[in-house]
């Protein structure tokens, strides 16, 4: 919070410093400056940008991009009152006003820590007010040797440094104009031949740092432009090639997916290689084809899901629409028609398992009746079928509808309908008491229901 409000205060007395200095100089050392009206359309552009919404822009690339080109309109507004700022300071200075051309320099040093300019023109004012204004020209004079010694010693940044801080006093000095043309020329040449050198050895990368340093300052150089273009051009290439050998690496191990998605690298960098686009294709077509027959497997097996599943993939990847629809089509009946089958197998075995349980019941009945199975059993026929025969005389009529009412009471049971089963069968037992079939229908409710 602190730091953000010492660069307000300074940034506020900047403009304040350059709103005082720029009318008044702006017919004599400053008519080559830019109108202060121009400056004004550009900050009041800002002002309005600054109105916009972040949540109109539709998506977060576009909001990047905004607050991107936020920063650089607030960088370029600010440089600019930086300039005017050094330029009130070396108009100071050159009326003899060293102190405060110092100190507006460090004010700008304090924002912009690499404006050589200023840092230059800080250093001379607090030497001029050192050793006052007759040391000017002595002090430039040692500049200008000190840069003429290092560029005979091939000492070419350092040369060219000398040289700008004569001219960042005395911008018209002719030798040290001269001079500095001279060193640039020789430091471009040195940046040349080191982006020839490491070309050669197939630097490609660094071969394009030195080519465009170079090319910083001879601007125009169309073969530096050309050289450059070549090495992009080479790497650009490599990679490539390094993407596709990936490529083929994925698709000689089976994994398709992977190997398209390489391809689609590729693509981005060189969208209109005719080869490029056919392999792709072609291992889009394959993957496609797997998908395709991965789920006429499942269908085969009767994985009527999981076969659905795959004839989707196979269509996401270009397999034909007309084709898959139906395969999808078929597959869902089928698996409908599958599960039919298996709610009426289960509902058999249900059934089943009803009847195998009525059985049961009805051996339990018989053996609970049975007195002793074979030390009595002649006598137990001979006391019990006498009474059966006297006591209940049952008709064949009677036995008929009891067999009917259960038979009812069964097909209620087999529907989930309890209760009307057990009325079934309590209505057989009572028109014949013999019914063990009813008997054991009962039994079975019974012990489900604990009734």
């Known amino acids: 919070m602190k730091t953000c409000m010492k660069n307000f205060t300074l940034f ?118 050192t050793y006052g204004t007759t040391s000017e020209t002595k002090i430039i004079n040692q500049k200008y040797r000190e840069g003429l010694m290092f560029y005979n010693t091939a000492r070419l940044a350092e040369a060219k440094r000398s040289f700008q801080e004569v001219l960042v006093i005395k911008p018209r000095h002719a030798k040290a104009n001269y001079w500095m043309k001279k060193t640039n020329k020789e430091i471009a040449k040195e940046y040349e031949r080191r982006g020839n050198e490491a070309f050669k050895n197939e ?26 273009a070549k090495s992009e051009k080479i790497i650009q290439k490599q990679k490539i090639n390094d993407i596709l050998t990936q490529a083929v690496q994925y698709y000689n191990e089976g994994d398709l997916v992977s190997s398209h998605k390489e ?22 077509e394959e993957v ?73 019941q009805k051996t339990a009945t018989l053996e609970e009746a049975t007195l002793e199975e074979e030390l009595y059993e002649e006598e137990i026929e001979e006391i019990i079928v006498p009474i059966i025969v006297d006591e209940k005389k049952v008709s064949d009529v009677a ?23 057990k009325e079934k069968f309590l209505e057989a037992v009572k028109v014949d008491s013999g019914n063990i079939d009813a008997q054991a229908g009962l039994e079975r409710i019974k012990s489900v229901f604990g009734e």
């Open 12 to 129: 506020s007395l900047l403009l304040t410093l350059a709103t005082g200095f720029a009318f008044a100089e702006v017919q004599t050392e400053f008519a080559h400056a830019r109108d202060v009206r121009e400056s004004g359309r550009e900050m009041g552009i800002m002002l309005d940008l600054q109105k916009i919404s972040l949540g109109t822009l539709p998506s977060t690339e576009n909001k990047k991009q905004y607050l991107t080109t936020m920063m650089l309109e607030k960088q370029k507004v600010l440089n600019f009152t930086l300039q005017n700022i050094y330029e009130n300071a070396y108009s100071m200075y050159k009326r003899g006003d060293y102190q405060r051309a110092y100190e507006m320099c460090i004010t700008i040093l304090s924002i912009d820590p690499n404006f050589k300019q200023a840092e230059t023109l800080a250093k001379m004012a607090s030497r001029m007010g």
């Open 203 to 228: 630097n490609y990368e660094e071969s394009i740092t030195h080519w465009y340093n170079a090319l910083l300052i001879r601007e125009k150089d169309s073969r530096l432009v050309n050289k450059i």
């Open 263 to 284: 391809f689609g690298k590729a693509l981005a960098i060189q969208p209109e290689d005719k080869q490029i686009l056919r392999l792709s294709k072609q291992v889009g």
């Open 288 to 360: 496609s084809k797997n998908y395709f027959a991965t789920a006429e497997n499942y269908y085969s097996s009767n994985h009527y899901t999981k076969a659905i599943t795959n004839y989707e993939y196979a269509l996401k990847w270009g397999f034909d629409k007309k084709i898959i629809s139906g395969k999808v089509k078929q597959a869902k009946y089928e698996r409908a028609e599958l599960i039919k089958r298996r709610e009426t197998i289960a509902k058999k075995e249900r059934e089943k398992k009803f009847e195998e349980d009525l059985v049961a």
């Open 399 to 421: 036995r008929e509808a009891s067999q009917n009412l259960y038979k009812e009471g069964l097909r209620h049971f087999n529907d989930g309908d309890f209760e009307k089963a």
